[in-house]
């Protein structure tokens, strides 16, 4: 489906008007969706569209996944939380997870963006040297 610059537009109005400083309001949200399928403005249907990926975007952006192959210390979960939240802005959500494959290290997600410094990272990247 081709979204066209006024349901992009629209959808991106709709999308600040949700924000309060800085972070997405679900209440502001509902209540927005509530007065477009209210009103039906001409293409609500593909600002409604264009609005929910702008809000899946921002959702991303605001998740993080921590994956180590031991459990953690608390002290480290801390330092990496501030870490990110520094890095990320406030509103961060964090989980942390273990997954042995890693057999040591760190992978942190934080949306699209990546770090990897697990042993697993370094020996495929040893591998693919050769």
Same mark, same amino acid.
């Given at each position: 489906?081709?979204?066209? +610059?006024?349901?992009?537009?629209?959808? +991106?109005?709709?999308?600040?008007?949700?924000?309060?400083?800085?972070?997405?309001?679900?209440? &502001?949200?509902?209540?927005?969706? +509530? &007065?477009?399928?209210?009103?039906?403005?001409?293409?609500?249907?593909?600002?409604?569209?264009?609005?929910?990926?702008?809000?899946?975007?921002?959702?991303?952006?605001?998740?993080? #996944?921590?994956?180590?192959?031991?459990?953690?210390?608390?002290?480290?979960?801390?330092?990496?939380?501030?870490?990110? #939240? &520094?890095?990320?802005?406030?509103?961060?959500?964090? $989980?942390?997870?273990?997954?042995?494959?890693?057999?040591?290290?760190?992978?942190?997600?934080?949306?699209?963006?990546?770090?990897?410094? $697990?042993?697993?990272?370094?020996?495929?990247?040893?591998?693919? $040297?050769?």
């Amino acid at each position: 489906m081709i979204i066209t +610059k006024y349901a992009k537009r629209g959808a +991106k109005g709709l999308f600040r008007s949700c924000q309060v400083k800085g972070l997405l309001d679900e209440d &502001r949200v509902r209540e927005v969706v +509530k &007065r477009v399928l209210a009103a039906k403005p001409r293409g609500y249907m593909a600002i409604l569209g264009q609005f929910q990926r702008l809000i899946k975007l921002d959702l991303d952006r605001r998740t993080a #996944t921590v994956e180590s192959a031991t459990p953690l210390p608390a002290g480290i979960e801390a330092r990496i939380q501030a870490g990110l #939240t &520094r890095l990320y802005g406030a509103g961060l959500q964090l $989980s942390f997870a273990q997954n042995p494959d890693l057999l040591g290290g760190l992978r942190i997600k934080v949306g699209s963006d990546v770090y990897d410094g $697990s042993v697993k990272a370094r020996l495929h990247a040893l591998e693919d $040297s050769f």
